[in-house]
């Protein structure tokens, strides 16, 4: 678990500069969109991505919402390599194969989107993104992580400040995670916690999940009136 959470985290021992973070960046922002993606919505004849508005997203994915708006200050924290930048349209379906989409900010924050990440894992498997966001949120003030998959009834959210989980929630069926106190917002959602093997017991859905996410930091389904275009950049998990 440690090895594969150091391929996406850096340690806080090994920060790497902005400046050098930004030249490596200007390096790699040329490179061929990924397979599968239309080029026509990802870039301009200049080959570089046309600057689009956010793109909704939130059903079989899994994201953190981290509360900063530099995004260089984010990828300073990622281990990741390849770095592309790429439109929101290009970015969120690149999310859904093997790519990291690191998006622009948006509402007071900037969104990291991408089934490759660590998950909370679920009944029967390690919970990696727990020690991922309490790193997090000792470099951001608050770091909130978000996942569903109906498959599999995979729906959690958790949210960290000063380097521990403040709140969480995670169900697969079965609940395999829970701290803190449910907030305001929850019990505002009518979520009803408690004994999972009563008749009348209440389960999270996807729809939870997507309302959760809005009451907590950024609505995933980007209903707002006065977002504006952007780029940001994807990148892959670097392997050992």
Aim: glycine letters at 8%.
């Amino acid at each position: 678990m440690l090895s594969f959470l150091k391929k996406l985290f850096k340690s806080n021992e090994e920060p790497l500069p902005s400046q050098e973070i930004n030249q490596d960046i200007s390096r790699r922002v040329t490179l061929p969109s990924p397979p599968n993606v239309q080029a026509s919505s990802a870039q301009t004849l200049s080959g570089q991505p046309k600057p689009d508005h956010p793109v909704p997203f939130g059903y079989k994915i899994q994201w953190l919402a981290i509360q900063t708006d530099s995004v260089e200050k984010v990828i300073e924290q990622l281990s990741v390599t390849g770095l592309q930048r790429s439109n929101w349209a290009n970015g969120i379906e690149s999310a859904y194969e093997d790519y990291i989409f690191i998006t622009p900010p948006v509402k007071g924050g900037v969104l990291v989107i991408g089934n490759a990440m660590p998950s909370a894992g679920g009944v029967d498997h390690v919970n990696e993104i727990k020690p991922v966001i309490e790193r997090l949120s000792k470099v951001f003030d608050e770091v909130h992580y978000y996942g569903s998959h109906r498959v599999v009834n995979y729906y959690v959210w958790a949210k960290a400040s000063n380097g521990r989980i403040t709140r969480a929630f995670g169900s697969e069926g079965d609940v395999f995670w829970e701290e803190g106190t449910a907030t305001a917002e929850e019990r505002a959602l009518g979520f009803r916690f408690g004994d999972v093997e009563a008749e009348d017991a209440w389960l999270p859905s996807e729809e939870d999940v997507l309302a959760i996410a809005k009451r907590w930091s950024i609505d995933p389904q980007m209903k707002y009136s006065d977002l504006e275009p952007g780029v940001g950049y994807i990148g892959k998990v670097k392997s050992e």
